[in-house]
């Protein structure tokens, strides 16, 4: 495998230095200072009432935050500059790394307190114990750590033996991608093709709790490896004013992008950008006014570089409220009915967002919030093919087009086929953490002789998952279901068990042969709904350690053990899949194709949460001229 | 039949006597008056080059529209209201219609010129004579007419022996709605429930060329049946300054909702909303900042009565420019490359707007036109569900749960399982009318072994459809393809084919009986996909003459003679499709579901056409206060 990995590391060099030719001017970052005022932005402001502003009234000023005085406000809150500083030193000074010049910390991230304790906590409650997790490697050995910040006691943890790597450091990108360069020949080769090297750097990246919006509350950090992490996500009941409890935990778990090209430079490409470069350390500072409107809110990432020192992220994930133009909901009375009733509620909702840039692509991923209790998780593709270079310059050269992997984009230039998925970790917990998985299938019933004119229709059918394979999901057109987490303790008003229900949008299967070393180690993609026990070590779908693995630590093997899952504290996982063939029009930067999935009440809520929220009227709206009519 | 005809229009009619229950106060309206101008609403602007504004400079005032002056100005037109006029006297003058007091006109529109004569029109050209499209019952007999409003010539048009009725007058139904009315014991029933019926009345409704938004350019009018009709839409090329042919047609052709109950009084429930009601009769004046907002322009439909006088109908469509926040296309340098690119551009889209009011149900159909060259039809479910009664209160009082043909909603109130189909007529001209449709399959390839590492990879295999069989499609998430509509005389610099492909979303399929009764004649939901060749008069999916059809008149049917369509006028037929197990959020008014398609360039434009677009700056945007501070 070492000399693949020679290849694909220096692949992976030569990708960038060619993304450098396409890249155009930079743009002086401006950032915002304060955090959104809901009684300012939100006529559903859980605080106070005051109308909607769907734009705020100054623009933000630009300011710099500093993180040096962050201090920690929730059990959840990630580690603060302080803190990371702490665990370098103390680690510094632990017998482990002691006279060692050659570690590498991979990952330093807040070792979550128990769930059970996180649940019963409450804001004025005093802290835990705040305990950091550590990846290291000392002298080409990992050791999974815990460091107590408090004691300052050092302590490995047991995650058993898998094979793979650790995720890389920035540092470890940024050596491989210099590596190459310290070779003549592929020199040539560059400038050759008449590129200017610039230099190549890295940077690696956290912070917290976010206020409150409209009846959504929610705690909100920043990730290395996954990005954005949502955790504890309550929303108010209309009815009961109640805080009432829907998902513990959700992230991005893993990617998966295997490329269709079997040949030799090409075959190794099916990247796990979570895993494998951490999709968090990834996200790149968002550009304010294009990457997010004016009235967006900027938090910045906290985190470890390779050698412990903290760095800041600035402006990695942006929260806005926006507003489309759609309706939250309507009715007008038809014409025939004569009566002249139109009642209308426009749709507002909070949109959390970061957006990735995995050397080429740029994901863009959204979590957003809408008031009548639906999260809708949607990911944008955008950036940069990865591309193959060819001798063809037309089509008409080609005699078997089948057999270019791809789409001749421009000339010389092959857009390679290539899938996309996007594994979700989804700890739903209901009005509390045990739960129940249940498949409602709508079936074809056949009437009897004589029972109606009609020979057929749908009933819909509710299976309960037992253990894990029943929970296993291959969607099907033609073998509908709807797929509900609820709470079986807990039934409305009328009776009906209180739950959220997966609502899959546009999505794509993997095909490839399940045996095929990519597709072992992406197992996590064979269904599209997977659901686990919850398992604080089951958090990565393709592994702890998934660079390099072979698939031994996957989701797939994880819910083969076929454990009870009813009635438990359980994890939903979902996945969301592009196939790209690629077409001119990707070419050279591709516009954003997304796709979303929904979680969505059902029977959650007694009636419409949103029946009583009042329509626009003229004099809530803002007055908006242009710059040049206030100069 | 007829029984059942009348146990329909009685529960129609009570239906309509329970939402008066559920309704609330009346909105005063008002109307906006100038479209928008493209100077000020766009920085794409296609005349001029001004920055983007997202809001206008200032509110539009309200303005009545006056249409007696109206006159044609494209080949396209709708009937203006003198027109309709003229239409009615001709005919009242006309010997078929002489001393008959007894007929009705189900349908007056447009008989649209020749496709050949509307794609070599240019504006300044002289109109085509202008010709109404009548659909007239006289003395119990159906007839479809032409009337040349030039020469006041009357002439039938045969549209051959086909089972069904013509869509339902205004006056039909108001007449049906008010029939139960002279039963006593139906008034007891009524009353009993201690709803105050109050009057029912009914309306009839066209107009427009809009002018032309970024780079697109496109026909929008009102029609009674299929709500909004897109012709003409181009788009232009960013390299030659062409406007280039997309799609000659483009609207909604029937929809299909059945309902899951096979029980006496409801297993007729399977409504046709086009063809029996009218899409676009249905379609209510829209409520200004909660249907669309406040940058929205108005158009009014000008529709005739079944006695042929025309009425107009304020503010049927909404078209505005909508930014959600989100992200035309992007790209940040990785941080291992250390450079500070972040080139980002934010997608701005014009949406074209109507919310029909198909009794309780209200369906939200937006044509949305992105800068990028892809049209989103989307379409949004909201209103009141169809309920049935119960005695239930509790779902503890039912032993199964699965043939109560829905769900307990609310305490005596099931809301029963339904489907809802909506098939879009997409008469597409890629670069010219004649067209290929082309599945590019995605399909998985085994290597040879020591071909490579990999054992399989997925391969793109274009296979052009010769017949209409060949492209009627049902979609597997296990065999996907791409669907391409392509004009196989033009190829892109590079060879390819210049196409749009029909990207579907979230849908669902008909899973009725192929036999039953309702499927028959909603066959054109069979598949998700068809294409057939250009012919005039098969334009309703349902069949001409919809109500009471037997199916003997649908797309299927017209499918089913397997003409070729390789390199012809073709059009393209999909279906959108929802399965609809109620839940207690639906109640009483339904939060908004909604799901789309894409119709998008693919190696239609030799690169990526929006790159050239500029940024936002600070400077770009209008600054915006609260009503209160400008008071």
């Known amino acids: 495998m070492d000399s693949r990995n020679l290849i694909r590391f220096l692949f992976f060099t030569f990708i ?159 050596s491989l991608t210099w590596a190459p360069l310290g070779d003549a020949e592929f020199n040539r080769t560059i400038m050759a093709r008449g590129v200017d090297l610039k230099d190549v750097s890295c940077l690696p990246i956290s912070i917290g709790w976010f206020v409150k919006w409209a009846n959504w509350e929610f705690h909100l950090k920043p990730d290395p490896r996954a990005g954005i992490v949502i955790s504890r996500a309550r929303v108010k009941d209309p009815n009961t004013g109640e805080m009432r409890n829907v998902m513990y935990k959700g992230f991005t778990s893993e990617l998966f992008v295997p490329y269709m090209d079997p040949t030799d430079a090409w075959y190794f490409k099916t990247y796990m950008d979570a895993g494998e470069y951490g999709f968090g350390l990834q996200a790149m500072p968002l550009d304010p006014l294009n990457d997010c409107p004016r009235n967006a809110y900027y938090m910045d990432g906290v985190f470890a570089a390779g050698d412990g020192k903290p760095y800041v992220r600035e402006n990695m994930v942006c929260v806005y409220e926006s507003y489309a133009g759609d309706i939250g909901w309507r009715h007008s009375e038809s014409p025939i009915t004569g009566m002249e009733i139109r009642e209308v509620r426009p749709k507002v909702t909070l949109v959390v967002r970061m957006a990735a840039s995995v050397a080429n692509y740029d994901y863009i991923v959204d979590w957003e919030f809408q008031t009548d209790g639906l999260i809708r998780v949607k990911v944008g593709l955008s950036g940069i093919l990865m591309v193959k270079g060819t001798s063809y310059d037309n089509m008409n050269q080609v005699n078997e087009p089948e057999n270019i992997y791809g789409t001749l984009i421009s000339e010389n230039v092959i857009g390679v086929i290539h899938d996309h998925y996007i594994t979700f970790h989804l700890d739903m917990d209901v009005d509390g953490p045990d739960n129940s998985f249940v498949k409602v299938n709508l079936k074809r019933e056949t009437t009897q002789p004589e029972e109606s004119p009609r020979l057929s229709y749908l009933k819909a059918v509710r299976n309960v998952a037992k253990t894990e394979k029943d929970a296993q999901v291959k969607l099907k057109l033609y073998d509908p279901s709807e797929y509900h987490i609820v709470n079986p303790s807990k039934k409305t008003r009328v009776g009906n068990p209180v739950g959220y229900k997966l609502v899959p949008g546009g999505t794509a299967a993997s095909l490839l042969d399940l045996d095929d070393p990519p597709q072992k180690r992406g197992a996590f993609t064979n269904n599209q709904i997977w659901v686990t026990p919850y398992n604080k070590s089951e958090e990565w779908a393709g592994g702890l350690f998934a660079y390099q693995s072979q698939g031994d630590d996957t989701l797939a093997v994880w819910s083969q053990r076929d454990r009870a899952i009813e009635n438990k504290d359980i994890v939903m996982w979902y996945t969301l899949g592009f196939h790209h063939v690629p077409c001119q029009e990707d070419y050279p930067i591709m516009p954003t194709v997304s796709s979303s999935f929904d979680l969505k009440p059902v029977n959650f809520y007694e009636s419409n949460p949103i029946l009583n929220i009042p329509p626009h009227f003229e004099k809530d709206l803002p007055v908006c001229n242009a710059v040049a009519a206030t100069a």
Chains 1, 2 share one sequence.
């Open 16 to 174: 960038i230095a060619l993304l450098l030719l396409l890249t155009l001017t930079t743009i002086p970052l401006t950032n915002t200072g304060e955090p959104p005022d809901c009684a300012i932005n939100s006529r559903w402001c859980t605080s106070k009432t005051r109308f909607f502003q769907p734009t705020i009234k100054q623009p933000p000023k630009p300011t710099t935050r500093i993180h040096t005085t962050d201090v920690p406000h929730h059990p959840l809150d990630p580690l603060t500059l302080t803190e990371l500083d702490k665990v370098r030193s103390t680690l510094l000074e632990n017998q482990l790394f002691l006279h060692s010049n050659t570690y590498a910390l991979h990952s330093v991230v807040l070792e979550e307190p128990d769930k059970s304790f996180v649940l019963t906590w409450k804001p004025g409650d005093p802290l835990p114990a705040r305990k950091a997790s550590v990846i290291a490697r000392v002298k080409s050995k990992i050791h999974v750590l815990t460091v107590d910040l408090g004691t300052g006691e050092v302590s490995p943890r047991d995650v058993g033996e898998h094979s793979g790597y650790p995720t890389m450091t920035m540092e470890d990108m940024t």
